[in-house]
């Protein structure tokens, strides 16, 4: 029986085991293999040594997760690029900037802008990183599907962002601590749990903003208003059921251009005299609701119109609902119109908000 036992174990070491090839491996083992890999090496001299390596490095589980450290403007702009291409499975992103990077001035900024904005535009992102960043004036984050957790590291810019858009996204709790803040341009987004006081409450600290134009969800907004008092630009469609009246001064003394839920104006009269700078108007019916023309509010509201000297253009926006359809609001605009000539109302091409919105 030893005899044999060791028989066996001669015949077993004797048997040669194919090598197995590098390029040979399984997609999936071979995924895991490079998984081990930075991003940089994955896409440098792997992804170069064969196609098969190459569509590999890009494997959707491989690109879940990057931890990326930009030493350059041209490498943010590399980045951007790679990310416009391949950041459709992005979940986690974590971006280190040097400081030579910044020196780049607005044209890092867009291209530090452009690395989110891809990154967030498959709307898988759940986790954002910002890491130093300390010159970032100007953030634009357009439809992309950031999460309210990840949006919180935008607190880490407080210091240097004076300029943030987010369209159809969820807004961030970290808004409040963005201080510095004079432009706000928020299109299309929600509030955490659909909590509408969120977006009110993140207003009272941004008391430096000169351009603030929403279109969310959030009846307690108008209220917040009282607290900006540098605001020179106001654009509001807020979704609720009713908009409530627009508070009273100080805000109003050093804002130009209004837009608000038409139902919401013609409430407002008392709080709009105070405008002593107000140069145009312009009433939205996109969510109000019907309005009775026939009401003395609204009566008053024509009668304020007519006879608030700074007021140069008035604008009804009628592009949904008909609360412009009634005779009587035809009645009021012909009477404005006669006691007033040089004023531009309604037909007019609607008015560009460029020569506010790019102002620096």
Request: hydrophobic share 45%.
């Amino acid at each position: 029986m030893a005899a044999r036992s060791r028989v066996r174990a001669t015949q077993q070491a004797n048997i040669v085991v194919p090598a197995v090839k590098l390029t040979e491996l399984p997609e999936a083992v071979l995924a895991t293999c490079l998984a081990h890999l930075d991003l940089k090496q994955r896409l440098g001299p792997v992804s170069l040594a064969c196609k098969r390596f190459a569509a590999a490095a890009l494997s959707p589980e491989l690109l879940r997760e990057m931890d990326v450290e930009l030493m350059s403007l041209p490498a943010v702009r590399s980045f951007a690029a790679f990310l416009a291409r391949h950041g459709q499975q992005l979940q986690r992103l974590k971006l280190h900037c040097d400081d030579e990077t910044e020196e780049g001035g607005a044209a890092a900024a867009a291209a530090v802008t452009a690395c989110l904005s891809f990154a967030g535009a498959g709307r898988q992102l759940v986790e954002l990183r910002v890491a130093q960043l300390p010159r970032l004036s100007s953030l634009f984050l357009h439809t992309c599907g950031y999460s309210p957790a990840s949006l919180g590291a935008l607190s880490r810019l407080s210091g240097c962002l004076t300029r943030l858009e987010i369209s159809n996204a969820t807004i961030p709790g970290s808004l409040s601590a963005l201080t510095k803040l004079r432009h706000l341009r928020l299109w299309g987004c929600d509030t955490p749990e659909g909590d509408d006081a969120v977006l009110s409450a993140a207003l009272t600290h941004l008391r430096q903003l000169k351009r603030l134009i929403v279109f969310a969800r959030g009846a307690a907004v108008p209220a917040a208003l009282a607290g900006l008092p540098n605001l020179q630009l106001c654009y509001l469609d807020i979704v609720c059921n009713a908009a409530p009246p627009l508070p009273a001064r100080p805000w109003l003394a050093s804002l130009r251009w209004l837009h608000y839920n038409v139902d919401g104006l013609v409430v407002s009269t008392a709080a709009l005299q105070a405008a002593a700078a107000l140069d145009f108007l312009e009433g939205s019916t996109f969510i109000s609701k019907e309005v009775d023309w026939s009401s003395p509010a609204a009566d008053a509201f024509f009668d304020w119109l007519a006879q608030h000297p700074p007021l140069r253009r008035v604008y009804f926006d009628a592009a949904e609902g008909g609360a412009f359809d009634s005779g009587v609001f035809a009645t009021h605009v012909m009477r404005l119109a006669g006691r007033r000539p040089s004023l531009e109302l309604e037909g007019d091409a609607e008015p560009d908000m460029r020569d506010l919105i790019d102002e620096k």
